[in-house]
């Protein structure tokens, strides 16, 4: 099991200044951190309900100013390196130099210049884990810039600038949730977040005698990007049937009562349960802040549960590995709720587990998993953390 540790920043340092020399200019670091979405899943495109917690692990990024005209990039997790002119920006073949390029070139857009600058990315996020180190990468490059040439932009500029990098410079279709958990999260709360409007508010994660624990599938995950567009356009043909009834621009817009009265108007019946996951999956969402601020956990880990349950059932984006866990999770005494969490098909599972259980459970868990599947998860213990912003 893995305490995910906190990165050591003098071996940062020194790595850096083997990389790129030392020219006496003052060396800044930065982190944003990865998130786990706690509940609400794909209900973030369809205009509806989330709720994800920032987690302690995420990109680190040392930056410093440099006397070239040109931005070079390094990461510790690649061998690949870039060196781009700081007046322009083309997309690069090298895959992880693209997001913080996408984020240079949206401050650029903005009427936003740059002199040279050197950057050396580190991270401690389980790549391709569905903890979104793609966001993590995008909001640490963001805070950076904008902390370094004292852009002034919020927050909030910063998560949308984020977002619309991934989507227009790497060409990922992303909801916004990612990036708005990686930098407005805060240690102990989960972010309730409307996607639709952007309102959102901090809700106190009081586990008690619980933690959350991190399940790893280390899934190959292939399938994700054509399931994940035809699930959008199924959600999208949906609200076309349903907007018969009044006209909807989102399927978030409609309560559960409401939904089961006109469902009748979808013709298709895998159309009609795709519907039926995002809609119920809104409510569980409220539901489960609800049980949060009573304190009421019990509730909170019956709606994971649920959640799972519809993932698999309606919106089939779960798999066979996500279900072995999720099912070897919920015969462990001290478990009260166990979900996918992510995109699906692979990915990572979330549990709450009682604390004097999670040994039992990492064990037990991991070597049914390994039984039925031939493949070995990994386990972390998640710590609740800060969103992003500069670290010394």
């Given amino acids: 099991m893995n305490n995910m540790h906190i990165m050591d920043i003098a071996a940062l340092k020194n790595k850096f200044i083997s990389l790129y020399g030392d020219n006496r200019e003052k060396l800044k670091i930065y982190f944003a951190p990865g998130r786990v979405n706690l509940i609400g899943e794909h209900t973030d495109y369809n205009g509806g309900y989330v709720l994800p917690c920032a987690l302690h692990f995420g990109t680190y990024l040392l930056l410093r100013q440099s006397g070239s005209d040109e931005i070079r990039l390094a990461s510790t997790l690649s061998h690949d390196t870039a060196s781009v002119p700081s007046d322009g920006f083309i997309k690069s073949h090298v895959k992880w130099v693209n997001y913080p390029l996408g984020v240079l070139d949206q401050f650029r857009e903005r009427g936003f210049g740059f002199t040279g600058l050197d950057l050396l990315f580190a991270g401690d996020v389980p790549h391709a884990a569905g903890l979104s180190s793609s966001a993590s990468i995008e909001m640490v490059t963001a805070v950076a810039v904008n902390d370094h040439y004292q852009f002034r932009l919020d927050m ?77 356009s199924e959600c999208d043909r949906s609200v076309e049937y349903l907007s018969k009834d009044g006209p909807i621009k989102y399927l978030g817009e409609l309560d559960y009562p409401r939904f089961k009265a006109i469902k009748h108007l979808i013709p298709d019946e895998t159309i009609r349960r795709r519907a039926n996951h995002v809609i119920s999956e809104n409510q569980r969402v409220t539901d489960a802040v609800s049980a949060l601020k009573k304190g009421d956990l019990v509730r909170f880990g019956e709606l994971m549960n649920a959640s799972h349950d519809s993932l698999r059932d309606d919106y089939e984006v779960t798999g066979m590995e996500l279900d072995t866990l999720v099912e070897e999770a919920r015969k462990i005494k001290g478990m009260i709720g166990s979900r996918m969490t992510g995109a699906g098909f692979g990915g990572c599972t979330v549990s709450l587990v009682n604390k004097p259980d999670t040994d039992m459970f990492v064990t037990s868990v991991g070597a049914a998993y390994r039984g039925k599947t031939g493949l070995t998860a990994d386990f972390y213990i998640a710590e609740v953390g800060n969103g992003a912003g500069r670290i010394e």
């Avoid at 910063?158 to 990686?182: H, Y």
């Avoid at 409307?194 to 399940?215: F, H, M, R, W």
């Fill in 156 to 232: 909030i500029d910063l998560v949308k600038l984020s977002q619309k990098a991934e989507n227009v410079f790497v060409g990922v279709n992303c909801g916004i949730m990612d990036q708005f958990a990686s930098g407005m999260g805060r240690k102990g709360h989960a972010v309730f977040l409307d996607c639709a409007t952007l309102k959102y508010e901090s809700v106190p994660l009081l586990l008690g005698n619980y933690q959350l624990v991190i399940s790893n599938t280390n899934k190959k995950r292939g399938l994700t990007d054509s399931k994940y567009n035809e699930r959008r």
